[in-house]
């Protein structure tokens, strides 16, 4: 039952039910009291629900639901959610039931246009966060209760940017391992040198980076010329078969005894491999470039099916849009 108050000349309403507080103050009695039953009446047919922040239903989703994913890119969705609490307080502060599709608007525009303190953003790195935190209203609305609508499902994302063409050419290729000091001839004993390994090794399979750092010696069956990924990006397990240039990278890894086998973590992989491609002067490649590149030469071997069973893809079409890249000297090679 509703609790009244009067302080100097207002009177202060008080409702507390199933866990829900709210108050106000009036100028009289009467509008308190018509106030008050009019919310404790939302309150029991379920239309109002507690005080949450944005803070704490983004913070409540990557604790219960992003571990439980197929991808289990919970680090990622973490880092994303405590991103947006530091870098936006007064959003994340908000009321649940005060923040608007608007406020999210607003957010989305401050991260594209970029301020005197923050830099702009890509639209797909809006996108990809507004996935996520979309997927956190949603999972507030249908399973915890604590709204009605999600703000964010009115938000229009950015354009999507045209795909990455990018293909390293083969000097660009020689010149980068050069420079990591990877050599056939050795074994790769530096962290370094690995990076050029890895490097080689990634336009063998076209094995995404992460699946490259946490492959095992137990993981690859030489006899049978296969790599097996029990962890992938997506979810799902899935094998990749080994050239022979790969193979000869992995019996040049081997004598190492790194576990996993390149001995490297995500960070190094990425961090060596901006350096050395600094050192040899080529711009615009980035180490997931490599992906596309082995996609391009193994579709010369292997139908489109085969390939998204090589690469995991579940959608043919970013196979085909964003991965798969030949040139028209590609094509007219195999018409010849």
């Known amino acids: 039952m509703p609790s009244y108050r009067k302080r100097g000349g207002v009177w202060r309403a008080e409702i507390?039910?199933?866990?829900?507080?709210?108050?106000?103050?009036f100028n009289t009695k009467a509008e308190a009291v018509a106030w008050a039953t009019a919310e404790e009446a939302k309150i029991m047919a379920g239309k109002v629900t507690a005080d949450h922040t944005v803070a704490e239903l983004l913070r409540r989703y990557v604790t219960m639901v992003s571990p439980k994913k197929a991808n289990r890119n919970t680090k990622f969705e973490y880092n994303r959610v405590e991103a947006l609490i530091r870098d936006y307080p007064e959003l994340a502060a908000k009321k649940l039931s005060d923040v608007r599709a608007a406020d999210w608007a607003a957010w989305r525009d401050d991260r594209l246009n970029g301020n005197g303190e923050r830099k702009a953003v890509a639209g797909s790195t809006v996108s990809r966060d507004l996935n996520l935190f979309s997927a956190a209203f949603m999972t507030a609305k249908r399973e915890w209760g604590w709204i009605h609508e999600s703000p964010i499902s009115g938000v229009s994302r950015p354009r999507d940017p045209q795909p990455r063409s990018r293909r390293p050419e083969q000097d660009e290729i020689d010149r980068i391992c050069l420079a990591l000091g990877y050599t056939t001839d050795e074994p790769p004993e530096t962290a370094t040198a690995r990076c050029g390994a890895a490097y080689l090794f990634a336009i063998e399979t076209a094995m995404r980076a992460g699946e490259i750092v946490g492959l095992r010696l137990q993981d690859i069956h030489k006899e049978k010329r296969y790599a097996h990924l029990p962890r992938t990006k997506n979810g799902s397990a899935r094998s990749v078969p080994l050239s022979s240039r790969a193979l000869a990278i992995i019996e040049q890894l081997e004598p190492l005894g790194h576990d996993p086998l390149f001995g490297l973590?995500?960070?190094?992989?990425?961090?060596?491999?901006?350096?050395?491609?600094?050192?040899?002067?080529?711009?615009g490649l980035t180490f997931h470039d490599s992906r596309r590149e082995g996609l391009t030469r193994l579709a010369k071997i292997f139908n489109v099916m085969e390939l998204a069973k090589i690469s995991g893809h579940r959608d043919l079409r970013i196979l085909q849009n964003v991965y798969y890249a030949p040139t028209a000297e590609d094509l007219a090679e195999r018409l010849a």
């Open 265 to 283: 973590t995500s960070s190094q992989l990425d961090a060596l491999f901006r350096k050395g491609r600094d050192r040899a002067g080529v711009e």
């Open 16 to 25: 507390a039910r199933k866990g829900i507080r709210k108050s106000g103050t």
